[in-house]
């Protein structure tokens, strides 16, 4: 009865593909997020969705598209992966400002 | 300047000693205030939150907060070998659903 569960766990991929990575929550919170993570751990918001609206779109390229099909669920599609997307990306969720519950991560490599 | 920032680290203390962990923040009119530990390849779990000033304690874990210096810290008494890990500052700046990060300070409990 994982709380916050991101597939896939690993990605490796070639420069160039598209990938998406799924999330879902079961803690019936209205606000779910994409974070990134690099290689000197910065974590680091990129989107943010309440009740299926986009609330919060940091300085993320346009490869990066998320969607919000219903309050439990947002997914990241990536366009055109470039070697400088290599990082854990980590789904997160909370109810109004309470504090974040995060996915256990997708770590995507790109060669 | 950065949002919000803590001390580098990396921080070693013997087992059974106390761990002091700090975070400035730059927005004053910041809210809500979180401490998260992460584990190497985990991903990042709540340990403390703090949403007025003093102290808050939580078992071996006190966090403290000062607005009118933007400052919160996390103590950790009696540290363990199982707390050595990443230790994460998060504030909600703008009582938005935006949390921002800091780098982050690693502690290692020397046994």
């Known amino acids: 009865d994982t709380a916050v569960s991101q597939t896939p766990k690993y990605l490796v991929t070639q420069m160039g593909n598209d990938k998406s990575i799924k999330c879902e929550q079961n803690l019936g919170h209205d606000t779910m997020y994409w974070y990134k993570q690099d290689s000197k751990k910065f974590l680091k918001i990129m989107f943010s969705?309440?009740?299926?609206?986009?609330?919060i779109n940091e300085t993320v390229p346009n490869r990066f598209s998320p969607k919000s099909p219903d309050k439990a669920h947002l997914n990241l599609h990536i366009n055109s992966l470039e070697l400088g997307d290599s990082a854990v990306y980590f789904c997160?969720?909370?109810?109004?400002?309470?504090?974040?519950?995060f996915g256990d991560g997708t770590r995507l490599s790109i060669l | 300047q950065k949002e919000v920032e803590q001390n580098s680290g990396p921080l070693s203390v013997p087992e059974g000693a106390i761990a002091s962990l700090n975070c400035t923040y730059s927005d004053r009119g910041s809210q809500s205030f979180f401490w998260y530990r992460q584990y190497s390849g985990k991903s990042p779990e709540l340990i403390m939150s703090i949403y007025s000033n003093g102290d808050k304690e939580d078992g071996r874990f006190t966090a403290q907060l000062n607005k009118a210096s933007q400052y919160v810290s996390l103590l950790i008494r009696d540290s363990q070998p199982s707390d050595s890990a990443t230790y994460l500052c998060a504030v909600n700046m703008r009582g938005d659903y935006k949390l921002s990060f800091g780098a982050g300070t690693t502690v290692t409990v020397r046994a």
């Open positions: 997160a969720s909370s109810q109004d400002n309470q504090p974040q519950h």
């Open positions: 969705y309440n009740n299926k609206e986009l609330i």
